[in-house]
């Protein structure tokens, strides 16, 4: 019988590690300055116009003077990432589902 508290114990103490391991799938956080915003909107025009898919949503972005970082979803599983800037031109459109295809 000793063994079971000990299993529960052990059972109960890994729960908070195990949590870490959830991964929210769709990360819809605002833009942090307008600056982001065009980034993140001049991302979203250019990979629906690459893709041919107006399903296009922002799941993350990393803002930056130099050029903000976006990541999208397209479609129900594919993703993206954009480089946007200010001025609302974008870069480096390439797919991360297929390591960069198109």
Known sequence: MPRR???LAAAV???PLLAGCLED???TTAPGNPDEAVARQACIRDVRATTGNPDVSVVSSYF??????VNLRVGPSGT????G????TTAGI?????EGAL
Do not use: H, K, N
């Open 80 to 83: 993206w990432r954009c480089i």
């Open 25 to 27: 799938p769709v990360q």
């Open 64 to 69: 930056s003077e130099a050029g903000t970082e």
């Open 85 to 88: 800037y200010r001025d609302g």
């Open 94 to 98: 390439q797919s991360t589902t297929d």
């Open 13 to 15: 103490m890994a729960l």
């Open 5 to 7: 508290p000990f299993a």
